[in-house]
């Protein structure tokens, strides 16, 4: 029997109404660019006020600026997707914040900073788009989670933890979705080439280079190539992967 794989004549996402987070740069953009090709209609949502040019680039995008770490925010931007393209398939969960302190460094409203982005905000979008899926009769989740929700840095209390959380949190979304054709995975995403760590740290790029070397492919990685998994997973061709933590981190931890 010959493998699933996306057609050249149709889109493997053709039909599919996806709702991505995080999506004005970086990994969430490309997700947004790859999927949007593939055939899907994508509900583009991002704090920054950048991401309301989406929709000028890509057909069928539409955008919202929103705080995830609102409840109402995801039970508008849902609303969007339902509204407007009828329905919600696909939920890419990629809005995330770090903070880079020690453990005695970090402060309780830094900790609840990077709490509320990656792990509440994560959940009442989720939470969302099973409402959402079950009326569908099913979909796919996909989370941008970290190396560090199983291998641990300095510097990295408040981020690994809510990271940790986030696998955990797939892990339990999977389970209770499954009987409602529901798949739910996060990938495990080593260093990537983005702006996400130059608010916090004057010198960015030497310490994202410095990650090179301390993996086998010699380099971090490009935000396409994390989009690729993501859009991987919540495709028809991972349709018996749910629950998993995909590590795509250059063998990072395989070292």
Known sequence: MASASPS?????????????TGAASGVGRETVALLNARGARVVAVDLRPDIETLPEEFPAVVA??????????????????????????????NAGRTVNKSVTDTTAEEWDAVMAVNVRGSFFCAREAFRAMKARGGGAIVSTGSYTCTVALPEGAAYSASKGALAQLTKVLAVEGGPLGIRANVVAAGVVETDFLDTIRSDSRAYLASFA??????????PEEIAEVLCFLVSPRSSFITGAVVAADGGFTAV
């Open 8 to 20: 050249d004549d149709i889109p493997e996402f053709t039909e599919k109404v996806a709702l991505v």
């Open 64 to 93: 919202m600026r929103g705080d995830i770490t609102q409840e109402e925010t995801a039970l508008r931007a849902v609303r969007l997707a339902v509204d407007t393209f009828g329905g919600l398939d696909i939920l890419v969960n």
């Open 213 to 222: 070397d301390a993996q086998p492919l010699g380099r971090v990685a490009r």
